[in-house]
């Protein structure tokens, strides 16, 4: 176990700087003119962990090629990588609180879910893992990358009951009348039109079926310099209003998330 935890510790130091050596390797190679290895060592940062895709769109020393679809494809790749880092830092459980949340859930094994939003899959694993071998779990996001590195999660944890489901932002692609659970976290408040969405997600719902909503406690920047910008807040309040419109029922409300409302609707 020491061993295990000192090889951890080592990698934590060693990643960043093997990703900031790439980093700056392959900025020199694109100032001497060398687009291939620019490239080469472009993708060697990002696959060990590359981030900070601002700096890299905004380097000057990409100038020549910045405007080309590859770049482009790896400038999103490194913001992925952030977001994945965002969504699975170990600072998260402290707000989260991931095991008061599943139980919350009220799953049971051979129950259908559908995550959506899924991103890096940090309740599709747990949720997967609860269900059991006889459940199903929809892992459905917008997002490529984020189904990509949620692939390679559900392989290293021998999970064989999760279907990965790319989509567009206007429709989450469950088949009719088949979720038992439906769950968004911290994704509803990217819906533009979140009565429109709501009526998608009630023709998705089976009989008896729940829809459960967490997302962020509207709140100033200087109240929370993270999340989500206070531009695209909702209050508890305007989503369940939203959803009534959509067919859905406010059956329960918790309360112990210190950052988000946890509300959980049924169809009416």
């Not at 990698?11 to 291939?36: C, F, K, S």
């Not at 100033?220 to 209050?235: K, T």
Request: one cysteine or more; aromatic letters at 12%.
């Amino acid at each position: 176990y020491e061993a295990v935890m000192l090889a951890d510790s080592i990698n934590e130091i060693i990643w960043p700087v093997q990703w900031e050596a790439m980093y700056n390797t392959a900025r020199a190679h694109a100032l001497a003119g060398d687009r291939r290895k620019a490239y080469e060592y472009l993708y060697w940062a990002i696959d060990s962990g590359y981030w900070d895709a601002r700096t890299m769109m905004e380097d000057e020393a990409f100038t020549g090629i910045k405007e080309e679809m590859l770049f482009k494809k790896l400038a999103r790749s490194a913001r992925a990588n952030g977001y994945i880092w965002m969504l699975e830092r170990e600072g998260r459980e402290e707000f989260q609180k991931p095991e008061q949340v599943m139980e919350a859930f009220e799953l049971r094994p051979g129950m259908k879910v559908a995550d959506v939003g899924c991103g890096s899959g940090y309740f599709t694993v747990k949720v997967a893992s609860e269900i059991g071998p006889e459940g199903k779990v929809w892992a459905i996001d917008a997002w490529q990358d984020m189904l990509d590195y949620l692939e390679r999660r559900l392989l290293i944890e021998g999970l064989e009951n999760v279907e990965l489901v790319k989509v567009d932002r206007d429709d989450p692609q469950i088949p009719d009348g088949s979720a038992d659970l439906i769950l968004m976290v911290d994704v509803y408040h990217y819906i533009k039109d979140r009565v429109a969405y709501g009526r998608v997600l009630r023709k998705d719902i089976a009989p008896g079926g729940r829809l459960i909503v967490v997302d962020y406690i509207p709140k100033s920047l200087e109240e929370r310099p993270w999340g989500p910008p206070p531009s695209q807040h909702m209050s508890e309040e305007e989503l369940t209003a939203d959803l009534e419109q959509a067919g859905f029922k406010k059956v329960k409300q918790h309360d112990f998330l210190p950052e988000q409302y946890f509300v959980i609707y049924e169809a009416k």
